[in-house]
């Protein structure tokens, strides 16, 4: 009974399953057992497991390499892919993980062996398992066990923690702690947080890019502090407009340095791709950023209103990386744009505007203005910066996310501007009786006509009656003209001449 339960453990069977055994053994025995031997055998056969021999097969090499690192790395299952502890964070490092391999392979000689038998099957089978072959199955063996393996959802999971060279500070409690690997973070920044650190050129500097502006500047304080959580219920898009030599690309550049891994680079045909019903797999890259930013949109295409709802609304993104496996992630980023102009729109959709942040950048930098030493005195105040993020942090959650004035003029500016069929019906169209009516094309060529004399986009016809259904409701048909013959169109409005109007006649 004692050898068949040493063998059921050495092959891997729970020790439930091994109890078990022996206590059906032992019932079918001749002579029964006394019940304090039964126990005994079945302690002693589970203790010697202990100290058995792991198998020499591909399942005892994963094994011995749970046994040696555990705690060191971790298998995504979602991603099909290795982590490895850092000190400060997980990394996603499958290299690292071959390096444990092939440490453990090494280090198989020196485990205990209890007979010369034995210790010749080790030597044989430790020469074998370094093979390629070995050591990508030990590979495949450990990434099933239950001690390493983990779900994407796990990493980063804590929208509040966020990582920092000299700890992770808790938002909610707004302290500092020691690293750990149970967070099971895989990001962190560029930048410690230290009570004494100042940063008085990055604030100089944020003067200067807003122009003076105190609450464009603690806008953007705020804005950036809100991007330290992992939390996008304010369900926004930020533009950051002007024309060159603004500061705008430094701004963003220093604050991708500050966040370190937590920041993030997007390719705008992500935001410009014409199907709506998939995410590019390069957002698969952005799982678990803060940060995202983005540069100018390629001229002539249009913004894709639906992926622009999609990366801010909050919902879960499936995306993957190339040659891996898919899998969901909730988007804990913020995108970013630095645009000289603002993207055009396929159509109007009232739930993008809804999430449009303009902040203008409109001071221009004189040649003799500029200091070419700037990106490096304003990332060695990296620490600095940090505070002044936290300090954002903290007004944001006592006062929120408004826009200045300015920023919503620039708001409304462009949803009138990317609305042309609006402008018209504000400007053109007058309620009047029940007897008046508008054919549904005079309707539509009055539009075109308003959009070619105020040099406004013009989207086209289909796109002309979609809006104006939207705005005014469906047409009506009614019998017109000499030959009162049914036409359809709007009733209870006529057409005016446009206020803004300036022809000598």
């Known amino acids: 009974l004692f050898r068949e339960g040493v063998a059921l453990a050495n092959a891997g069977v729970s020790d439930a399953e091994v109890i078990a055994h022996i206590e059906r053994r032992a019932a079918n025995c001749d002579s029964p057992l006394p019940r304090s031997e039964i126990i005994g055998i079945q302690k002693s056969a589970l203790s010697y497991k202990e100290?058995?021999?792991?198998?020499?097969t591909d399942l005892g090499n994963g094994e011995r390499?749970?046994?040696?690192?555990?705690?060191?790395i971790l298998y995504c299952s979602d991603q099909r892919a290795w982590y490895a502890w850092a000190n400060t964070h997980w990394e996603m490092d499958e290299q690292r993980v071959k390096q444990c391999a092939k440490r453990t392979t090494r280090d198989m000689r020196a485990e205990p062996i209890p007979s010369a038998e034995m210790l010749k099957a080790q030597i044989a089978w430790q020469k074998t398992s370094e093979s390629t072959a070995r050591q990508a199955s030990m590979l495949e063996a450990a990434s099933s066990d239950e001690k390493i393996t983990r779900k994407f959802d796990v990493f980063c999971r804590d929208e509040r923690l966020f990582n920092l060279q000299n700890g992770t500070f808790d938002l909610d409690k707004l302290t500092l702690r020691e690293h750990r690997r149970g967070d099971h973070i895989t990001k962190i920044a560029n930048a410690s947080l230290t009570e004494d650190a100042t940063c008085p050129r990055w604030i100089q500097f944020v003067d200067e890019i807003t122009d003076g502006d105190e609450r464009l500047a603690l806008f953007l304080q705020k804005f950036c502090g809100y991007m330290l959580s992992g939390d996008r219920s304010e369900q926004i898009i930020l533009f950051l407009l002007g024309e060159g030599?603004?500061?705008?690309?430094?701004?963003?550049?220093?604050?991708?340095?500050?966040?370190?891994?937590?920041?993030?680079?997007?390719?705008?045909k992500a935001l410009t791709d014409r199907n709506a019903?998939?995410?590019?797999s390069d957002i698969a890259a952005l799982a678990n950023k803060r940060f995202v930013m983005m540069s100018e949109f390629p001229e002539h295409a249009p913004l894709n209103t639906a992926t622009v709802k999609s990366i801010t609304g909050g919902d879960e993104i499936t995306a993957r990386h190339l040659y891996r496996e898919w899998f969901e992630f909730k988007p804990q980023f913020q995108v970013v744009c630095a645009l000289n102009d603002l993207p055009k729109l396929t159509w109007i959709d009232e739930a993008y505007f809804r999430r449009v942040r303009i902040v203008p950048f409109n001071r221009f930098f004189?040649?003799?203005?500029?200091?070419?030493?700037?990106?490096?005195?304003?990332?060695?105040?990296?620490?600095?910066?940090?505070?002044?993020?936290?300090?954002?942090?903290?007004l944001y959650g006592k006062e929120g996310l408004e826009p200045s004035a300015k920023m919503r003029a620039l708001s409304e500016a462009y949803r009138v501007n990317e609305d042309p069929v609006t402008q018209f019906v504000d400007t053109c169209l007058s309620n009047s009786t029940e007897t008046d009516f508008v054919p549904f094309q005079e309707m539509v060529d009055a539009v075109r006509d308003y959009c070619h004399r105020q040099a406004l986009d013009n989207p086209g016809e289909r796109q002309f009656r979609k809006r104006l259904r939207e705005l005014l409701g469906e047409p009506v048909q009614k019998r017109v003209g000499r030959h009162n013959a049914r036409t359809r169109g709007f009733v209870g409005y006529i057409i005016i001449e446009d206020r803004d109007d300036d022809r000598p006649f």
């Open 65 to 72: 390499l749970v046994r040696d690192w555990d705690g060191q």
């Open 245 to 268: 030599a603004n500061g705008k690309s430094v701004f963003l550049d220093v604050l991708k340095y500050v966040f370190g891994t937590y920041a993030g680079v997007i390719n705008a």
């Open 366 to 394: 004189e040649p003799n203005e500029r200091d070419k030493n700037l990106h490096a005195t304003l990332k060695a105040e990296a620490d600095g910066i940090m505070r002044w993020l936290v300090e954002g942090y903290q």
């Open 277 to 280: 019903n998939s995410i590019p």
């Open 51 to 56: 100290t058995a021999v792991i198998p020499f």
